[in-house]
């Protein structure tokens, strides 16, 4: 059958989605930490990149400093986290990694939304009146929008794809499938965690540009 009619046999297989370490077990843990990882990645880079690309000051810094979290691998994060203290805080070491992973592009989409909205827009709503916080949500806001979607994608997709490395320091999520492929000799299982895990990851950005599509402020102005 092949490689992948192996991994196809063992994704059908019924047993392998139930228990502790079945599949449903698996797609839990890994939505759970990807979820909380995105969301305080947002927490953090968004209110920033949104408040500096309004003012228009230090934005080019602030997504300088962000760019380290790019430069540094997300393994060796877990590493130093699984030797410190924080080893036997559960998921914390894999969630704090993974922010790092994520607020770059959350905080560089955004600021450039920000910042690339027509100046002019801008000043002719100032000349209407508008005070700060009305310009942000009704101009600024609303224009950045397609940007700061791209981010949000593409850190959604990241943070769900690398999720998987928290295996190799004992952490859950659909990483563990292939840990335990590769520990068993199981190609099949190795391959088709692989599976799951690009799948996931292609239908998070397909429900965030649906998600997009359907919150997005332009559409429902039009």
């Known amino acids: ?3 992948l009619g192996d991994a196809w046999t063992w994704l059908v297989t019924g047993s392998n989605w139930s228990g502790e370490g079945g599949i449903w077990t698996r797609l839990t843990e890994h939505l759970y930490v990807s979820g909380v990882a995105l969301g305080i990645a947002c927490l953090i880079a968004l209110p920033v990149a ?20 790019r430069a540094v691998p997300v393994f060796a994060v877990l590493a130093i986290f699984m030797v ?5 805080a559960g998921y914390v070491p894999t969630i ?9 592009p959350l905080l560089t989409n955004a600021y450039v939304g920000m910042r690339e909205v ?15 916080p009305q310009l942000f949500l009704r101009v600024e806001l609303p224009l950045a929008y397609p940007l700061v979607m791209t981010g949000l994608r593409s ?3 990241q943070v769900v794809a690398t999720a998987s490395i928290a295996a190799m320091v004992g952490q859950g999520g659909l990483g563990r499938i292939i840990t335990a492929g590769f520990n068993t000799y199981d190609t099949a299982q190795v391959v088709a965690g692989a599976v799951l895990v ?7 950005e397909g429900a965030l540009v649906l998600l997009g599509r359907v919150c997005s ?3 429902k102005s039009a």
């Open 1 to 3: 059958m092949g490689v």
């Open 50 to 69: 949104f408040l500096l690309g309004h003012l228009g000051k230090g934005g080019a810094l602030a997504v300088n400093v962000s760019n380290i979290g």
């Open 84 to 88: 410190s203290p924080l080893r036997s």
């Open 96 to 104: 704090v990694a993974l922010v790092l992973f994520a607020v770059p």
């Open 118 to 132: 027509d100046r002019a827009v801008v000043e002719a709503a100032r000349g209407m009146g508008m005070s700060g």
């Open 155 to 157: 850190a959604a997709v």
């Open 198 to 204: 690009a799948l996931l990851a292609l239908v998070v």
């Open 217 to 219: 402020p332009l559409r």
